[in-house]
């Protein structure tokens, strides 16, 4: 079973930074996989955030976080940070790792989500 923990949320002001990581565990090589960061805000849908190809490293952003978060995956540790940069009051949310197959287009494991606050 694909386990995914996440960690590094926390209280952070406006225009700071916070790292998250997602350590996975339960296969002895997730080459197969996809790991992605979603985000759920109070009262709103988990929303897709950054994902990345854990084999050849390529990575998607959704239009609000480009240029400000960067996602990217250290073989050796089974871990996937998310960088965060420049945030916005707008970024709080609980933030949740997520994996799938590479060849199937729904996400079947979850961790239990870190909760990020970015104060004005």
């Known amino acids: 079973q694909v386990q995914l923990v996440e960690s590094g949320g926390g209280l952070v002001q406006a225009g700071g930074s916070l790292r998250l990581s997602c350590v996975a565990s339960g296969r002895s090589s997730f080459s197969s996989y996809v790991v992605g960061w979603f985000r759920q805000a109070r009262g709103k849908e988990r929303d897709f955030v950054a994902s990345i190809i854990w084999s050849t490293g390529t990575s998607d952003y959704a239009d609000s976080v480009k240029g400000r978060f960067t996602i990217s995956r250290d073989n050796a540790a089974n871990t996937v940070y998310l960088q965060m940069n420049s945030l916005k009051p707008e970024d709080t949310a609980v933030y949740y790792c997520?994996?799938?197959?590479?060849?199937?287009?729904?996400?079947?494991?979850w961790g239990q989500g870190t909760q990020v606050t970015v104060s004005s």
């Open positions: 997520g994996g799938r197959l590479r060849r199937v287009s729904e996400y079947a494991y």
